[in-house]
């Protein structure tokens, strides 16, 4: 019989986009599991935007309400315009087992031609990244936001998962 494995920690980047929400349920519904750490991270602008703050805070319980694992959940603002780049220092700075953020969804030319987080994260972390998005079906229908306080594990879940990283 082998051990159980040990807590690992998990760095989740939010930007209460459905696709991030989303994300979210299905990292606590496939990725974590009893003991595990999860360090929730998200990026402002400025110091001054306690809404966001507050918005998030709301989000997270009401995440940690719909579960029963026994996990530990810190939440870390970081301050700047370059989303990816604060998100990579934190991951450089903690040494997670994994980064998962959701994806908006934009074509690979857009993403290119803008700029995309997730694009950054994949390139520059050094751990494992996810990036998780709505599937058409499920983006059709508003999944996200509105399902937080009733999700349910599925047997399919409602994400396209696109394991890009692995180390």
């Not at 499920?138 to 180390?167: C, H, M, N, T, Y």
């Amino acid at each position: 019989m082998s051990a159980a494995a040990p807590p690992k920690l998990v760095v989740f980047a939010l930007d209460e986009s459905d696709h991030s929400v989303a994300a979210l349920n299905w990292t606590f519904d496939y990725i974590l599991k009893d003991g595990d750490k999860l360090t929730v991270a998200v990026v402002i602008d400025k110091e001054s935007d306690r809404d966001t703050i507050s918005r998030v805070k709301t989000l997270l319980r009401a995440v940690w309400q719909t579960t029963t694992l026994q996990v530990s959940m810190s939440m870390r603002v970081l301050v700047g315009k370059k989303a990816g780049e604060q998100i990579v220092g934190l991951v450089a700075e903690l040494n997670p087992a994994m980064l998962v953020l959701g994806s908006a969804g934009k074509n690979h030319v857009t993403g290119f031609l803008v700029g995309s987080t997730s694009n950054y994260c994949v390139a520059n972390a050094t751990c494992a990244v996810i990036v998780a998005r709505l599937d058409e079906e499920a983006e059709a229908r508003g999944r996200g936001l509105s399902e937080v306080g009733g999700r349910r594990r599925s047997k399919s879940p409602l994400l396209q998962i696109d394991p890009v990283k692995f180390l």
